[in-house]
């Protein structure tokens, strides 16, 4: 508020301006000043600095936040795709074991084949030559009756063996 001087053409005057009444601004500015700067301006810089702390503070911890988001996506991504090829190599390894598990499956069945064919072939071939040898047998004693019909006389059985053994190494050949 400044007053207006009253007169005078010089110096302050020519701005209209008491001297007087500058004199109590400037000294009531200073005033305010410096109660500004002792007890007003140390509590608004000390929460201005604590506010930048906090700030600072805030961004530090969210960039180490970022950091170890994007490492954990990182470690996330290796651990899937880690999964990912043990999968793959376990479906692999299945694979190739149901593949042997067949392959000897089916070797199994092919010996087992194997072997019932030759278990048979085995059979057939007692059967035949039992039968073979009933053959010769009931051959022999047809000869045996036949002969002795013919002959009209009983051949004693020392008679008949040795015969039935002649018949059967002339059948044999």
């Known amino acids: 508020m400044l007053y207006l ?11 209209q301006v008491s001297l007087k009444a500058l004199v109590f601004q400037l000294i009531t500015f200073v005033l305010v000043l410096l109660i500004f700067k002792r007890w007003i301006l140390p509590p608004i810089n000390k929460t201005l600095s604590q ?76 059967v035949k030559n039992r039968l073979s040898t009933e053959l010769k047998q009931e051959l022999t004693s047809l000869v045996v009756d036949t002969t002795e019909k013919v002959l009209r006389q009983k051949v004693s059985a020392q008679a008949d063996m040795e015969l039935i053994k002649r018949t059967i190494k002339d059948l044999e050949r």
């Open 5 to 15: 001087a009253e007169s005078g053409s010089s110096g302050l005057g020519a701005f």
């Open 51 to 126: 506010r930048r702390q906090t700030l600072e503070e805030s961004l530090e911890q969210a960039k180490l936040t970022k950091e170890k988001l994007e490492a954990a996506e990182a470690k996330a991504e290796q651990l899937l795709g880690a999964g990912r090829e043990n999968a793959d190599k376990v479906l692999r390894e299945a694979k190739d074991e149901a593949k042997q598990v067949v392959a000897q499956a089916e070797a199994a069945a092919r010996e087992q084949a194997d072997r019932v064919l030759a278990e048979n072939h085995a059979q057939l071939e007692q």
